[in-house]
C-alpha cells in the first residue's frame, strides 16, 4: 500500500517536473524606427537590449525558447500597420514591443487589440494610450505625456520656478504637453505668465526666445520634441537664456538629445526622466553590455532602451507563470498586471489597470561641463517622484478599462 | 514649351493594340491568384497606391503636367473618408465616394490655380498648395494631427457585407482598382485623350487648331485628382487609419519615384513601380538604415540608365506598347 | 516707446532685426540655387543636403583636425564644392539636352542618397557645434538682445551676396558665364572652354551652399535632416525672386526672411505658411517671379 502511495506520488512529482521542463516558445518583435528622427532614442539600441532581456532570461530558464525579429516602421502608421499585421498573422509573433512615435503606437495598438496580441509600448509617449485610447492588449511602459508635465512641472516649482513662460510646438502634442505642465504648475502653486505657438519643425527660435525673455519668467518651459527641442536649446544658450537667471526647462528631452547638444550648451537644463545610465553601477555595467550587443560605442543608452529590457522581462516571466499552450494577448497581459514587476533597472513596480507601469521619475538638471567627469557623465539628480506620484492616477485617466 | 521625354518615340509593331489587352489579362490574372500566395493585406495597400500612382501618370506622362503635390488630393481623401467611416458612421461605399468627392473638389480649386503655369512653375504652386494644406492638417482637430483618424471600422459594404474578413476586402480593392484602372485606360484611348497627348507634344499647335487646351488640362488634373482620391480613401479603409504621411511632401515625392520607377507614360508602369517600391519598403524594413538610400539610388539609376522605366525598357525591347 | 497694432515698437525693432538675420540664411543659399538655375537650367535640389554637407564638414574638421570655425569657413566649401564639380562631371552633364525634370530627379535622388548615408553614420539626432570664442556673447541693445554670432551672420552674407552679384553681373567672367549660358556654341567659338566654366560653376553654387551650412553649425541644429526641411522655403524664395535672377534671389531672401519675422510676431502659427502663401500669388500675378527674366 505504501509503496504504491509512494509510487503514485514519485508519479506525480515526475510529472509536474516533466511539466515545467516542457518547452516554451515566443516570438516577439522588436518594431522601432531604424533610420530617421527616433533612431537614436529607440532604433538599433532597442533591436540591442531586447537580445539581452531575452538572453539574461533564457540563461536561466533554459526551457524556454524565444524568438526575436525586428522592423523599421518609419515613422509611418501605414508601414507600422503593415508590418503589426504582417507580424501577427503570418509570421506568428506573439508581442509587439517599442514603437517610439505616438501616431504609430495608436495604431499598432489597435492592430494588437483586432488580433487578440500583446502590445507593449516603450517608445511611445503619448499617455492617451493607458487614457481614453487604452485597451486589455496594450501595456504602456518607461514614461508618458503626463508623466513628463506633471514630473517637470510639479517638481520645478517645488524647487523655485513659479513663474512660467511656454514655447509650445503648434499641434496636438504640444498642446497636450502645455495644457498638462500648466495644469501641473498651477496646482504647485505657480503662474503661467504666457506662451507663443510656433510651427512644427521650426528652424530659429529666436522671435519666441525673445518674447520669453521678456516675460521675465523664472522657468521658459520647452512644450515640444525632437529637432525642435534641440534647436530652441542651442539658440537659448545663443540668446544668454540661462546665464540671464531664467530655467530652462525640456519638456520631452532624452539622454541622446544632451548628447547631441554637447554640455557646453544643454547645461542648466531640467528634465524629467525615468531611467539614467550613469545613475548607479548596475546600469553603468547594463549599459556596457549594450554597447557590446552592438549600440554603438558613441551612443548613451535611453530610457526607452531600457523599457525594452524590462518590458521583455517580465513579459517572459508571466509566460513563463502561465505555461505552455496558446494563450491570447488579453490574459498574458492581466497575467502582467497580476504580477508586481521587480527587473534590475527599473527596481520594484507595478502595471495598473488602465496598463500603465508605474514606477520612479527623477528631475535631472544637466551638468556643466566641468562637472563632467567621464563621457556621457550628463546628469544631476535633483529630485525623485515617487511612483504612485509620478503617474496619473487610474480614476483620472477616462480609460473605458476602469469604471468612472 | 516645357514637356517630358517621350519614351515611346519609335515604330510601334502590329502587336500593339493586342499586347495592352494581354498585359492587362496577365495583371488580372495575376492579382486574382496573388492573395492566396501573398500575403492579402500587402497586396491591398500596393493597389492603392498603384491606382495613385496611375492617376499621377495620366497627368505627368500622358499631358506633361509635373505634379509636386498630388499627396494633397490621396490624403485629403484618406482623412475625410476616414472620418465619414469613423465619425459619421457611413458604410464604406459611402465613405470611399466622400473622399473622392473632396479630392474632385480639391482637385478642382487647385487645378485652376495650377493651370496657369506650366513647366517648374506649375510643379510649384502645386507643391505651394500641397504644402499649405499639410500644415493645414497638422493643426486641424479632425486630423488627429500627428497620431491620425485611428480605428476606422472596415463596416458592411452597402449594409450587407462585412469587409472585417481579409479575402471579401480585397475583393473590393481589386474591383475598385481595375474599375479606376480601366477607366484610365478610356482616358487615354479617347478623343479626349488624343487631345491631351496633342498638348504635350505642342500646346501652341493645339491651340492654332481650336482647342481650348486651358478646359482639357484643367479636366485632365480635376480626373488625376479624383482617381488618386478614390485611391486614398479606399487605403483609408483597408489599414484603418488615415495619417499626416498621406498628405506630406514626400509622400508626392514617393508617387514620382513609383511612376518613374515603373515607366512614365506606359500604361502598366506606375502599376509596376507602385508594386516594386512598396515591396523594397517591406524587405528592407529589417536593415531599414539603408532604406533612404537605396530610394535615393534608384532615382539617380533610372534617370541616367532607365529613363523608360521598368515597363518602358520592356515595351522598347520588345517593340509593343505598355 | 509707442505700439503698433498693439506689440510695443521695442519688440517689433527687435523681430524685424531677427527676420533680416533669418533673411541672410535664405539669401545665402537662393543665390547659390540661383547661380545654379540661372547659368546652368538646373534645378538643384541636393542644394539642401550640400547645405547640410557644409555642416557637417565643419563638425569633422573640428573633431579630426582641430580645424575650428574660422578656417572651416573656407575649407568646408571648398571641399564641399570639389563634390559638387563631381557630380556634375559624373551624372549632370548628361542630362543638360534634356527636360529639367529630370535634372530635378537626379538631384533629388542625390539628396536622399546624401542624408542617408549622413544618418546612418551619424545618427538624426545631431552633432554638437558651438558658437566660436570670438563671437560668443552679445550685447544689449536696448531694444532686444543681439547675440554677436547673429550680427556677423548679417555682415558676412551681405558681403557674399554682394560679391556674387558683382561678379556675376559686373565682371568679365561673369560677363562669359552669361553669354555661355546664352549661345554656348558661339561662346565656344572665341575659344572658351564651356564645359568646364559649367562646372565650375555648379562647383561654386555647391559651395555657397556649404558655406551657408558652416554659418548654420553653431546655431542651428546639425543633423541630417537639417537641409530637406529648409529647401522647400529656399525654393519658394528663388521662385518668388525669379529663377534666373541673382539680384532677385538676394532682395526676395532678405525680404522674405522679414516677412516671416513680422509674421512670427503678429500671427506665429502661421509663420511657416507665409512664403507659401506669397509664392502662389507671386506665380499667378507675375509668373516669372518678381525680378525673373525667364517665363
Not at chain 1, 147 to 170: E, H, I, P, Q, Y
Not at chain 2, 56 to 81: E, I, K, P, R
Not at chain 2, 213 to 234: D, H, M, N, P, W
Not at chain 3, 39 to 65: K, R, T
Request: aromatic fraction near 10%; glycine fraction near 10%; charge should be positive.
Amino acid at each position: 500500500m505504501r509503496k504504491t502511495l509512494g509510487l503514485a506520488a514519485l508519479a506525480a512529482v515526475l510529472a509536474c517536473g516533466a511539466a515545467n521542463a516542457q518547452q516554451l516558445n515566443v516570438k516577439i518583435g522588436v518594431l522601432s524606427d531604424m533610420s530617421s528622427l527616433y533612431a537614436d532614442i529607440g532604433g538599433p539600441g532597442s533591436v540591442a537590449a531586447a537580445k539581452m532581456a531575452i538572453a539574461d532570461f533564457t540563461k536561466d530558464h533554459p526551457n524556454v525558447k524565444v524568438e526575436m525579429i525586428s522592423g523599421d516602421h518609419q515613422n509611418k502608421p501605414d508601414i507600422g500597420t503593415q508590418i503589426a499585421n504582417q507580424w501577427f498573422d503570418v509570421d506568428k509573433v506573439d508581442m509587439v514591443i517599442d514603437v517610439p512615435n505616438s501616431g504609430v503606437a495608436l495604431a499598432v495598438s489597435q492592430v494588437a487589440m483586432n488580433k487578440n496580441k500583446v502590445f507593449i509600448v516603450s517608445g511611445a509617449a503619448a499617455s492617451d494610450l493607458t487614457g481614453p485610447k487604452c485597451n486589455a492588449n496594450t501595456v504602456h511602459w518607461t514614461y508618458d505625456t503626463w508623466m513628463l508635465a506633471n514630473g517637470t512641472g510639479t517638481a520645478m516649482v517645488k524647487t523655485g520656478g513659479d513663474s512660467w513662460f511656454f514655447l509650445t510646438a503648434d499641434y496636438a502634442f504640444g498642446h497636450a504637453l502645455e495644457r498638462d505642465t500648466s495644469a501641473a504648475v498651477e496646482k504647485a502653486g505657480g503662474k503661467i505668465l504666457g506662451k507663443v505657438r510656433h510651427p512644427l519643425n521650426t528652424n530659429d527660435f529666436s522671435s519666441f526666445l525673445l518674447q520669453a525673455q521678456s516675460s521675465k519668467a523664472k522657468v521658459v518651459g520647452l512644450a515640444n520634441a525632437g529637432g525642435d527641442t534641440i534647436n530652441s536649446i542651442k539658440q537659448a544658450a545663443e540668446f544668454g537664456i540661462v546665464k540671464g537667471g531664467q530655467k530652462l526647462a525640456g519638456l520631452l528631452v532624452f539622454a541622446s538629445d544632451v548628447n547631441a547638444l554637447g554640455l557646453p550648451t544643454a547645461q542648466g537644463l531640467t528634465l524629467t526622466e525615468t531611467w539614467y545610465w550613469d545613475a548607479n553601477d548596475t546600469n553603468r555595467a547594463w549599459t556596457k553590455r549594450w554597447h557590446e550587443a552592438g549600440a554603438g560605442a558613441t551612443k548613451y543608452p535611453t530610457m526607452i532602451h531600457a523599457g525594452v529590457y524590462a518590458g521583455i522581462l517580465h513579459y517572459l516571466k508571466a509566460r513563463l507563470d502561465m505555461g505552455p499552450g496558446e494563450h491570447d494577448g488579453k490574459s498574458v497581459v492581466a497575467k502582467m498586471k497580476a504580477t508586481p514587476t521587480d527587473d534590475p533597472l527599473f527596481g520594484k513596480g507595478t502595471i495598473d489597470a488602465t496598463g500603465r507601469k508605474r514606477h520612479d521619475a527623477y528631475l535631472f538638471e544637466v551638468k556643466p561641463p566641468a562637472q563632467s567627469k567621464h563621457p556621457g557623465d550628463f546628469y544631476t539628480l535633483k529630485a525623485t517622484i515617487p511612483a504612485k506620484d509620478a503617474f496619473r492616477d487610474p480614476k483620472d485617466s477616462n480609460c473605458p478599462l476602469v469604471g468612472s | 514649351m516645357e514637356r517630358v521625354v517621350d519614351p515611346l518615340a519609335q515604330k510601334p509593331s502590329a502587336l500593339r493594340t493586342q499586347s495592352e489587352t494581354i498585359a492587362f489579362g496577365v495583371m488580372v490574372a495575376a492579382l486574382v491568384i496573388a492573395p492566396f500566395v501573398t500575403y492579402p493585406l500587402f497586396l491591398m495597400q500596393a493597389m492603392c497606391f498603384a491606382l495613385f500612382a496611375s492617376a499621377f501618370n495620366l497627368l505627368v506622362g500622358y499631358v506633361g503636367l509635373l505634379s509636386f503635390g498630388h499627396a494633397l488630393y490621396f490624403g485629403w481623401a484618406s482623412y475625410l473618408s476616414a472620418h465619414a467611416a469613423k465619425v459619421w458612421g457611413l458604410t464604406p461605399e459611402l465613405a470611399i465616394l466622400t473622399g473622392t468627392a473632396t479630392a474632385a473638389i480639391l482637385g478642382l480649386i487647385a487645378g485652376s490655380l495650377a493651370i496657369r503655369r506650366q513647366g517648374i512653375y506649375f510643379a510649384m504652386i502645386t507643391l505651394a498648395l500641397a504644402q499649405m494644406m499639410y500644415f493645414f492638417a497638422v493643426q486641424a482637430k479632425f486630423t488627429g494631427g500627428e497620431d491620425g483618424i485611428q480605428g476606422v471600422p472596415r463596416g458592411n459594404l452597402f449594409g450587407l457585407i462585412d469587409l472585417r474578413n481579409e479575402m471579401t476586402m480585397y475583393a473590393v480593392v481589386l474591383i475598385i482598382f481595375l474599375a479606376g484602372f480601366m477607366f484610365i485606360y478610356r482616358i487615354i484611348h479617347s478623343p479626349f485623350g488624343e487631345v491631351l497627348k496633342a498638348i504635350r507634344e505642342n500646346e501652341a499647335r493645339a491651340i492654332s487648331l481650336g482647342y481650348k487646351t486651358e478646359r482639357y488640362k484643367l479636366a485632365a488634373f480635376v480626373l488625376s485628382a479624383t482617381i488618386a482620391g478614390a485611391a486614398g480613401a479606399t487605403k483609408a479603409i483597408v489599414l484603418q487609419l488615415a495619417s499626416l504621411t498621406d498628405v506630406n511632401w514626400p509622400m508626392s515625392g514617393e508617387v514620382v519615384l513609383m511612376t518613374l520607377v515603373g515607366g512614365l507614360g506606359t500604361i502598366f508602369g506606375p502599376v509596376a513601380g507602385a508594386f516594386v517600391i512598396l515591396v523594397m519598403q517591406f524587405k528592407l524594413a529589417p536593415i531599414g538604415e539603408w532604406v533612404l538610400v537605396i530610394q535615393g539610388a534608384i532615382f539617380v539609376a533610372c534617370v541616367l540608365l532607365f529613363r523608360r522605366g521598368i515597363v518602358g525598357e520592356l515595351a522598347h525591347l520588345l517593340r509593343i506598347r505598355l | 516707446m509707442f505700439e503698433i497694432f498693439g506689440i510695443p515698437s521695442q519688440a517689433l525693432f527687435g523681430q524685424l532685426l531677427i527676420g533680416l538675420i533669418n533673411g541672410s540664411f535664405y539669401a545665402l543659399l537662393s543665390l547659390g540655387l540661383a547661380v545654379i538655375f540661372g547659368m546652368l537650367n538646373i534645378i538643384n535640389f541636393s542644394h539642401g543636403a550640400q547645405y547640410m554637407m557644409g555642416a557637417f564638414v565643419a563638425y569633422l574638421l573640428l573633431q579630426y583636425s582641430g580645424l575650428g570655425y574660422w578656417p572651416a569657413l573656407i575649407v568646408a566649401p571648398i571641399l564641399v564644392g570639389i563634390t559638387g564639380v563631381i557630380v556634375e562631371r559624373l551624372f549632370l552633364q548628361w542630362l543638360y539636352k534634356l527636360d529639367h525634370l529630370y535634372g530635378l530627379l537626379l538631384t533629388f535622388g542625390l539628396a536622399l542618397i546624401l542624408e542617408g548615408v549622413a544618418r546612418n553614420y551619424f545618427g538624426s539626432a545631431g552633432l554638437p557645434y558651438t558658437v566660436p570664442e570670438s563671437l560668443q556673447g552679445g550685447r544689449n541693445l536696448g531694444f532686444m538682445f543681439l547675440p554677436n554670432y547673429r550680427a556677423w551672420v548679417i555682415v558676412a552674407s551681405l558681403t557674399v551676396c554682394i560679391g556674387t552679384w558683382f561678379v556675376i553681373e559686373r565682371t568679365r567672367l561673369g560677363a562669359y558665364l552669361r553669354a555661355a549660358t546664352e549661345n554656348p556654341t558661339l561662346v565656344r567659338a572665341f575659344g572658351i572652354n564651356v564645359p568646364r566654366m559649367i562646372t565650375l560653376t555648379y562647383g561654386f553654387g555647391v559651395a555657397l551652399a556649404a558655406f551657408a551650412g558652416v554659418m548654420a553649425a553653431p546655431i542651428y541644429n546639425v543633423s541630417p535632416q537639417m537641409g530637406s526641411e529648409l529647401i522647400i522655403v529656399v525654393f519658394a524664395v528663388v521662385v518668388i525672386g525669379g529663377m534666373g535672377s541673382i539680384l532677385g534671389a538676394i532682395v526676395t531672401g532678405f525680404g522674405l526672411g522679414v516677412v516671416e519675422g513680422l509674421t512670427k510676431v503678429f500671427f506665429p502659427e502661421a509663420s511657416n505658411t507665409v512664403i507659401f502663401v506669397i509664392m502662389a500669388i507671386v506665380l499667378l500675378v507675375r509668373p516669372a517671379g518678381l525680378f525673373g527674366r525667364r517665363g
